[in-house]
């Protein structure tokens, strides 16, 4: 079964110092993968897909096929940063599957 | 309407009642999915649609659980017999093309579900 991980309940950084949010999958074939995010009192959104390869408000995610991951990352962490974030994960033409979550608390 | 609209945004019933929740996509989405989501946990997919027909409801935890779209567009939960492990916020999206091809999902506020 497709499945994601995401190991980190709760991340805590101060401003200015590099982020990053793993994530794992299982899966054997080629995957798609996502990173959504919630910020407080506004619904789940797309933050960037590994396909695009684009960097979204700072983040950047790739996809490393050998290690089965696809970590979210920031060089310098900013206070509107804190949020939810989730990564999920299609295969084989089925439905995207999300992780648990990874809460970052930016600090000042 | 500008995004996916969900109503209500609060339900409270006693265990054993019927609920029905209802989701309104963005026009012309012909992919609509339903999740839900637990305190702590990560969006758990339900059932989604493809124009009026289930393509896939394999995330239906039981029989008391159900979805319609009949004309495509709105979309309707049913719980029947709630019970309290049915309290969660339950997520709809939609996008405009499912899978294989899904692109980005929508999704709405949310109802949130409590079963007392």
């Known amino acids: 079964a497709q499945r994601v991980t995401q190991p980190e309940k709760l991340l805590s950084v101060f401003k200015g110092a590099p982020v990053e949010l793993k994530c794992n999958y299982s899966?054997?074939?080629?995957?798609?993968l996502f990173w959504y995010v919630q910020y407080s009192r506004q619904r789940l959104q797309l933050l960037l897909r590994?396909?695009s390869r684009e960097s979204i408000k700072g983040f950047t995610a790739d996809l490393n096929k050998g290690e089965t991951s696809f970590h979210l990352k920031k060089p310098f962490a900013q206070e509107e940063d804190s949020a939810m974030y989730y990564c999920?994960?299609?295969?084989?033409?089925?439905?995207?599957?999300f992780g648990t979550g990874t809460q970052l608390k930016v600090e000042l | 309407g500008a995004g996916v609209s969900q109503t209500p945004s609060n339900k409270v019933t006693e265990k054993g009642k019927y609920v029905e929740l209802r989701c309104d996509p963005i026009?012309?989405?012909?992919?609509l999915y339903w999740y839900r989501q637990s305190l702590g946990q990560g969006p758990e997919f339900l059932i989604y649609?493809?124009?009026?027909?289930?393509?896939?409801d394999s995330g239906l935890p039981n029989d008391r659980f159900f979805a319609v779209r009949p004309e495509g567009s709105v979309s309707t939960l049913k719980i029947q017999r709630t019970e309290r492990g049915d309290s969660a916020v339950y997520l709809c999206?939609?996008?405009?093309?499912?899978?294989?091809?899904?692109?980005?999902?929508?999704f709405g506020e949310g109802s949130r579900l409590t079963v007392l």
């Open positions: 999206a939609s996008s405009l093309m499912g899978p294989p091809n899904t692109g980005e999902l929508f």
């Open positions: 899966y054997s074939g080629s995957p798609e």
């Open positions: 590994h396909i």
């Open positions: 999920a994960f299609t295969g084989g033409g089925n439905k995207l599957t």
């Open positions: 026009s012309g989405h012909t992919a």
């Open positions: 649609f493809q124009g009026t027909g289930a393509a896939d």
